[in-house]
């Protein structure tokens, strides 16, 4: 198996664009996790699916961020308007159940 | 509510030091998981260790051991004879398995640097 992918690797937009994030699990895998990281907040659980469904979304900054699982190997992460405090690298990362979670390569997101 | 903390911001070691990184977590289920990742400087996420709550026996694993305490909720680890390659940002999580249905949770994380 390829492991966690996630596209882009880097974004650049400007200011109310929209973003649209993607990773891929790892096939058999039935829990999906994204996270932020920036500097001053460490690596926060945005949200996290079990079998397609969101379980908690409870560290979704804002209306601005959502989260969907279309099947159960791929999902996104929309923002949408885009601000420069959205600036982060995003990881989506994935796991079989009660087992360790694999990480994707991240998605370095700047927002000018 | 799960909180993991890791107290220790940052740590400098000189090479073939040990040094011992600190996790101290919070939970009210009774089954969870703990685990530590590793972050280099490139920036991806590397699992390194699991343990369940049923068992406290000690790892090793050739330079690295891990001792988990559910007395004083703690599970800490240690790096013998550190290398510069081990520099990176250490990260202890928390899985619970009961209500939060298996919810991952991180802690600060831990930047150790090893110099030569």
């Known amino acids: 198996d390829a492991g966690v992918i996630q596209s882009p690797r880097h974004e650049v937009t400007e200011m109310g664009q929209e973003v649209t994030l993607r990773c891929k699990l790892i096939?058999?895998?039935?829990?999906l996790f994204w996270y932020r990281q920036t500097m001053m907040r460490g690596l926060e659980l945005l949200i996290y699916?079990?079998?397609?469904?969101?379980?908690?979304d409870s560290g979704m900054p804002e209306d601005r961020f959502s989260a969907k699982m279309p099947n159960a190997s791929f999902s996104t992460l929309k923002i949408q308007p885009s601000e420069p405090r959205d600036s982060a690298v995003y990881f989506c990362?994935?796991?079989?159940?009660?087992?360790?979670?694999?990480f994707g390569q991240g998605t370095r997101l700047t927002v000018v | 509510a799960q909180k993991v903390t890791q107290a220790q911001t940052e740590i400098s070691v000189v090479e073939k030091e040990d040094v011992t990184l600190d996790c101290v977590y919070e939970?009210?289920?009774?089954?969870?998981?703990l685990f530590w990742y590793k972050q280099p400087p490139s920036g991806e996420l590397v699992f390194l260790i699991r343990?369940?709550?049923?068992?406290?026996q000690n790892e090793i694993s050739g330079r690295y051991s891990w001792n988990f305490q559910k007395s004083t909720s703690s599970f800490n680890f240690t790096i013998t004879a550190s290398q510069v390659v081990d520099s990176a940002v250490y990260f202890c999580?928390?899985?619970?398995?009961?209500?939060?249905?298996?919810?991952?949770?991180f802690g600060k994380g831990t930047k150790l640097s090893v110099k030569p």
């Open positions: 990362a994935s796991r079989a159940q009660n087992t360790e979670a694999f």
């Open positions: 699916f079990n079998n397609n469904v969101p379980i908690d």
């Open positions: 096939s058999g895998h039935n829990s």
């Open positions: 343990r369940n709550s049923f068992d406290e």
């Open positions: 939970t009210r289920d009774t089954t969870y998981y």
């Open positions: 999580a928390l899985s619970e398995v009961g209500g939060s249905q298996g919810n991952l949770i």
